[in-house]
Each structure stands twice: as structure tokens, then as C-alpha cells.
């Protein structure tokens, strides 16, 4: 039997794990696919060569195919499906080293509380800056459209922070975050590993908020697809599916994860040094430099904790959140469009067969930390506990 | 508004090619061209030159910043991506393709753009096939300074005259089904191994 070409592009993060891992372990040729892996530098570089077809799949912000759906950024409508997520995890907040300082001066006892709840201090930070008349601070997210622009506003305003007026919040393509803090252009950023080790290692930056310090199960890459090409290929898609998964799954050993930090520091891949890659995967990550890392095993999840699965109540948050940021009209139904893009029922189908716990419903109330599935999916908690209940908003405005 | 009124301005991390582009929209009739290399006030740049239209490389990381400075309205004077016809896919296909994107001012015409979008297209083509005319062209003269030296080996350490040395790797080459500097290659790791 031939094999089945698909060529996927990629950003090199650690979440650009799986199919790093399909291609190197083998899993996309048990599948009869040749996988060709392209490393790109921008997500909208990415998004444009899916797109228009110089890819069949990618690695992409859980919030792109929805801004693709939705036109926004100037391009004309683009259907592209997610038939699973690539794992969870892996984002921090990182501030400069000056800023941590001014931040633990202005407010030890916010520093030393749950660090979702750090963002106390950086009010206070701005509200001296603001006394003496200084000019505001520079944040960056990595898109638009990113997880990270929605965790790092969610951050800000659970500590009396308004994002869009005390502080300038733009963007910087990921692998170039790390420049950005060492030369001052940005007091602080929200990026996914390597990117905030590394700021730490080099003694530049200090990790003020883990991704799960501020929603435990907040959604992080999905693969997409085009829908035509789901159309037209639709056994290429259950197998690729199927080598993701099977990655998934290997990559979530913490036998294997030695392994994977030393697959993903080649150049072709992540590039990162060995050691940053690797104390981030084994989830123990240093906060701040110089100190012992700390237990963090939930930092990078692949595999358990239905990783994997589209779940449309994570999509539905990320479109709820833009619609909270303003990038999109109250008027559209997140509720509604989201099982149009997210594709539980792809899944579903790749998966049968294999031995993968699936879940009974293709989405659920989310932030119940003490929920009856907890075991199956994980902690789940808000760092303001809040719950996130997808039907509240079904058809909101329209 | 008359060709030359269009401000344009190319971003590109590659200055001999953005050369190419700007020339190419000078010569057209354009006259207010501009272009930056990677800089990290960018938006500070954009908005001292508000062009009416950016043409940047498809794989520029400055695009992931410009995409949120164009979602902010209140940073520039609404720009949007080119991409907003839908009848136009062809143009965009060929605009990926070739690796070119363009940011386009709210408002201006489709067809007004479109020859713009066309010449940086044409452009980066012209550019790409120039560079890969260079890499054939620097392989070629590298296999040849391989040969020689093989050759010059095999005559001085096996006495073969030039004719016999290049028949001799020739023949290899034929046999082991390889290129010529592959053998000559292979020789001249062989009689280093042996000093």
C-alpha cells in the first residue's frame, strides 16, 4: 500500500509535540502516512498556507479557525475543521526581572498568594506608574486570536486590571518574544514554552502565572483542516487523527519525555536547548532564576485528561472570549458555530477501533473542579472559580 | 487617485529582494515606494508612513504583529488585509505561492490594487528564480573544483594522465549510478584517510 502524502506546518513550540512525534516514532508511517513536517516562524503565514492548500494541515491557535470562519484579519471566509486538539498546557505569563521586583515591593502578599491571583500587584505597579505620570507598560500576547491574549486579559481583569486601557497589549511572533524582554521593548509577555524557560534561565524574566494557574483545562493547539480536504480525504484524516492520538500517548509517558525534550531541541523543530525543553516536559519547571524548580505535573498534557478530544465547550469559550475582548459582534452565536468547526464527530470516528476513553457528550459544564468526571478530565478550576456553562450563552444578541 | 499618489510600502527581512519589488513598482509609474527591513517599532514606522498599501513576505513573523495593529482600528487609519474578494482567490492562491501578502487600506478598489499585487507577485517570482539560478549555478562550479582535485589526486598518487582520471571517475559514477562529484567526493576522502 502507498503511502499517503500530507504535508503539516508548524510553530516551533513544545506543543508542536505530536507530530513531531508521528513523524520520529513512526506512528504516521504505521498509519501509511508520510508525514512532511514545515517549521514556520507566524501564524499568519500558517494560516494562509492551509488555507490555500500549500498545506493539508496544521498546528494552529485554538482561536484561528474561528477568526478564519468568521473573516476576520481581512481574509475572506475559510472553513477550516478541527478534528482534535494537540494537547493542553504549556503557556505562562512571564515579566521582566525589574517588573517582578516592582511587583513584589508593591504587593509581597498578592506575590506570595496563588499566583492566578498575581495580577494584584501589577494593578498596583500601574496605579504608581500612573501617580507619577509615566508612560504605560507593553504586554505581549503572540495573535490575536491566540489563548494567550485570552489568559493574559483574563489574568489582568481578575486583578482589577483593564487590558485595553492601563496597558498596551500587542503582538509578537513567538520565537521572537524572548529578544523582546531582554532588550526592554516589553515589560512582559504570554507565550508557550520554551519561550518563558527560557527568559528564566537566562535570568531575564520571571514566571509570575502557569497557563493552569489560570484555567486549568483552558484549550491550547487544535489541528486543523480544511473542510474540503476533510471531504475529499476523509481516510487520510482518521488516520492522521489516529497517528496524533498514538503520539499523544506515547508523548504523555513521563518514561518518554527525556526523549521528547532531545526530538524537539533539534534545529528542525523547536531549537531550543535541551535542558530548558526538558525541565519544562518533566513539569518542573524554574520560576524564577536562580531558584528550585517546582512541582508543576500538569504543565504540558498530551494524552490524559481527554487532551486530545475538541471538546465544543472549550471552543466556545475562546469564542466567548472574543466576543469579551471585542473582536467580535455580541450578535454571533459561538454556541451555534462551534460544532460547525470543531469536529468531536471526526474524533469519534478515527478513534473507534482503538483503545481511547471517550467522553459521553461533546461538551460540558466547565470550571467544576470537584465535577463527578474529574478523574477523567483533569482539574478543572478558574482562578476566579467561575463556571462556564456554553448553553448561557446560546444565541446571545441574536 | 493617480498612480503616483499610491503610498507603498514594502516590508521585507530580505533587502535585495525587496529592491527588486520597488524597483519594479517605480518603474510601473509608482512613485511613492518606500521599504523597511525587521524593526522593532514597526508600528511606530507604519504609522509615520501611512501607506496606502503594505506588500510584506507571506512568512515575514512582522505580519503576526501588523494583523493585531490592524484589528485595533484605533492604531491606523483601518487597513485590511487584500484578501477580502472572494472572486479574487485566484490572485491570493498566486500570492501564497509566491510568498507575497498585502495589507490594503480600507476603501481602495479592488482593481486598483490588483496590478500592485500582481508586480510584487511577478517580483518575488522574477527573485526566486534568480536565487535558485545562483544556487545551480555556485553547485555546479563547486562539483567542478571537486573533479578537478580528485583528478589532480589520482594523477599524482596513481600516475593516470588527466584523460584517464576523469574516465576513470566517470566510469564509477556510471556504474554506481551517482554523480561525478559524488566519486570525486569519495576519492578525495579516501586519500585523505590514507595521509
Known amino acids: 500500500m502507498s503511502l499517503k502524502q500530507v504535508r503539516l506546518g508548524f510553530v516551533p513550540l513544545v506543543d508542536c509535540a505530536l507530530p513531531v512525534v508521528a513523524r520520529a516514532k513512526g506512528f504516521a508511517e504505521e498509519e501509511n502516512i508520510d508525514l512532511t513536517l514545515i517549521r514556520e516562524m507566524s501564524w499568519a503565514a500558517i494560516r494562509d498556507k492551509l488555507s490555500y492548500g500549500v498545506y493539508d494541515a496544521a498546528h494552529l491557535l485554538a482561536g484561528i479557525p474561528l477568526a478564519a470562519r468568521l473573516g476576520l484579519g481581512g481574509m475572506p471566509s475559510q472553513r477550516i475543521a478541527v478534528p482534535m486538539a494537540l494537547g493542553r498546557g504549556g503557556n505562562a505569563i512571564t515579566v521582566s526581572t525589574r517588573l517582578y521586583q516592582r511587583m513584589l515591593e508593591a504587593d509581597p502578599a498578592a506575590m506570595h498568594g496563588p499566583r492566578g491571583l498575581s495580577a494584584r500587584a501589577l494593578k498596583k505597579v500601574i496605579d504608581e506608574d500612573r501617580a507619577a505620570g509615566r508612560p504605560i507598560m507593553s504586554f505581549a500576547t503572540v495573535f490575536p486570536y491566540s489563548s494567550h491574549n485570552y489568559e493574559l486579559r483574563y489574568w489582568m481583569a481578575a486583578g482589577g486590571i483593564d487590558p485595553d486601557k492601563d496597558i498596551n497589549i500587542g503582538v509578537i511572533a513567538p520565537p521572537r518574544m524572548f529578544d523582546s524582554l531582554r532588550n526592554g521593548w516589553v515589560d512582559g509577555y504570554c507565550v508557550g514554552e520554551p519561550w518563558n524557560q527560557r527568559a528564566v534561565f537566562h535570568g531575564d524574566g520571571v514566571i509570575v502565572a502557569l497557563k493552569e494557574d489560570i484555567w486549568a483545562r483552558s484549550p491550547e493547539k487544535v489541528l486543523g483542516v480544511r473542510e474540503d480536504w476533510v471531504q475529499s480525504n476523509p481516510d487520510t484524516v482518521d488516520a492522521l487523527v489516529r497517528a496524533l492520538v498514538r503520539s499523544a500517548e506515547w508523548a504523555d509517558q513521563p518514561e518518554n519525555r527525556t526523549e521528547l525534550a532531545q526530538l524537539l531541541s533539534g534545529e528542525n523543530h523547536v531549537g531550543a536547548s535541551f535542558d530548558i525543553l526538558r525541565a519544562s516536559l518533566l513539569g518542573r519547571p524554574v520560576l524564577k532564576p536562580g531558584d528550585n524548580p517546582i512541582e508543576a505535573p500538569d504543565r504540558h498534557v498530551f494524552y490524559r485528561y481527554t487532551a486530545t478530544f475538541p471538546w465544543l465547550s472549550q471552543g466556545a469559550w475562546v469564542g466567548i472570549q472574543m466576543q469579551r475582548w471585542g473582536q467580535v459582534d455580541a450578535s454571533v452565536d459561538f454556541n451555534t458555530l462551534i460544532s460547525d468547526i470543531y469536529r468531536p464527530d471526526l474524533y469519534r470516528r478515527a478513534v473507534k477501533g482503538l483503545d481511547v476513553a471517550l467522553p459521553h457528550d461533546d461538551w460540558r459544564v466547565e470550571g467544576v473542579n470537584d465535577a463527578a468526571d474529574r478523574a477523567f478530565v483533569g482539574p478543572d478550576a478558574f482562578l476566579d472559580n467561575s463556571i462556564f456553562d456554553m448553553r448561557n450563552f446560546a444565541g446571545v444578541g441574536g | 487617485m493617480k498612480l503616483e499618489d499610491f503610498s507603498i510600502l514594502v516590508i521585507d527581512e530580505n533587502p535585495d529582494r525587496a529592491a527588486i519589488v520597488e524597483r519594479g513598482l517605480v518603474e510601473s509609474g509608482y512613485t511613492r515606494v518606500s521599504r523597511i527591513g525587521t524593526s522593532y517599532n514597526l508600528v511606530e514606522r507604519i504609522q509615520a508612513l501611512a501607506p496606502d498599501i503594505i506588500i510584506i513576505d507571506l512568512e515575514n513573523p512582522d505580519r503576526d504583529t501588523l494583523e493585531q495593529m490592524f484589528q485595533v482600528s484605533r492604531v491606523i487609519a483601518r487597513p485590511i488585509a487584500m484578501f477580502v474578494d472572494q472572486s479574487d482567490s485566484n490572485t491570493i492562491r498566486e500570492a501564497v505561492e509566491a510568498g507575497v501578502s498585502a495589507y ?56 593516470l594522465t588527466e584523460d584517464e582520471a576523469y574516465n576513470l571517475l566517470r566510469k564509477n559514477a556510471m556504474k554506481q549510478n551517482r554523480k561525478i562529484s559524488e566519486i570525486a567526493q569519495s576519492v578525495i576522502t579516501a586519500f585523505q584517510l590514507e595521509f
Open chain 2, 104 to 159: 490594503v487600506v480600507d476603501g481602495l478598489r479592488q482593481d486598483r490594487i490588483r496590478p500592485i499585487v500582481e508586480m510584487a507577485i511577478s517580483r518575488f517570482n522574477a527573485f526566486d528564480q534568480l536565487r535558485r539560478e545562483r544556487d545551480e549555478a555556485k553547485a555546479k562550479l563547486n562539483d567542478r573544483k571537486l573533479i578537478d582535485r580528485a583528478k589532480g589526486l589520482l594523477m599524482q598518487e596513481k600516475g
